[in-house]
């Protein structure tokens, strides 16, 4: 790698980000390519597979095994092959990712769940772990533009991953949490990524009250924030942010 | 909205970017629905037809219908429904989009041209269209996240567009080049999005040469562009950057 600043050259050696494929099997049955960051590779696939709806919780999971080697996870259900066989694709293409799918499973209803926890937290509550995250995030960002997000309390930063795919790096989080068994329901998420409608339905049906983001959100994100009563917060950077949704649940 | 400044809260009215969903019927089939920005959505599928493989050009084309409205797209080729009918689907998720979907066409084998333009630019040159770049994307990015992406040749910005999908800012310069049999042999494409492997395989099958981004390129991104001969230039900020590959075109 050439560096340039101004007028001058010099070898750089910059670390570059890894992009990972990694092949979901489901039940022996081919089911998606994911570009992906490889870490975490079993939680990404555990939340992929709960946010697209294709397993409820750990209860339908048998096994997941991840060939880091190969790039292939092999994921089995308790219902085994019965399920694999009819889940109908819809195909969807993500806002950031330019291409992108979207499953829906028959047995998959949870989209318009109202989030009705009374949480309350305070501004600055909100900026101190803001500045955690970006804390956390830095290194990553300023090499390589990955994604990170968080699951937190009040209080602190509970779980943090990152991921060069904002999906990704939530449904690292989520699906560490589903296998865990660590609750979700009264906790906040951050995001260094846009919310698009895409990344609130994942968020919501994790049930969650209150998702904050370095960045924007779109319009269908907002309004799907306002319909299941989720706090939506965007531009959260030093000591400001919008407070877009619900605004009742921020002191 | 609530905007909070430090301690202080006041009612905001910000722009909110918008999110518009964009079915389109290849030969009267249902193939997929894009999240994009509303405009230039004519551009936009003609593009993702290219970049996707289902057409090699204007040439199959018949007609694009753009219903904005009830946000679908119909589109017929030449070959009519004969052509839609044998497209196989490799489900492929994209990065940053978390959900992807990538389709193969048996007549599709663009991949592996190697770019052999002798084009040369000197740092000077770029440094000059980046600028011009980031301010014709400034309001856009302070306000919504959104994407841009422009065709240039050694001198100025020729197309400029933007998009919530960073695929799809550069679909929407592609689409809009083949249904005006634009030229895009010698020339330069500038993105502010994140460089994957998907972005740089869309932008090797338009033969250019030269891919300048604002942000970082993956290692999938680099080996590519190695291997097609593609100069890939990351991290194009003020007056530096980054040259990956192929710096024998950079003076």
Redesign the interface.
Known sequence: ???????EKKK?N?T????FSLSIFFNNQE??????SPSNLEHLVAGFLFSEGFVKGKHDLNEIVVDYQRGVAKVTTKEGKKKGGDFSI?????????????FFHPTDSHYHTTIKSQIKIS?TEIFALMDEFVQRSKIFQD???V?SAALCDKNEILLFRED?????AI?KIFGECILKNIQTDERIILTS??V???ILLKVSKRNIPLLVSK????????QLAGEFGMTLIGFARG??????TH?YR?M
């Open positions: 790698m050439l560096q340039i600043i101004g007028q750089g910059d570059i980000v890894r992009e089911l998606v390519t994911l570009a992906c819809k195909r969807l293409i993500a806002s950031s990712g330019g291409k992108g799918i979207s501004t090499t390589g533009g994604h060069i795919g904002r999906h990704n449904d990524g846009r698009s409608s895409e960045s924007a959100p779109t319009d269908m994100g907002v000591e400001r942010m919008n407070i877009y605004e921020v």
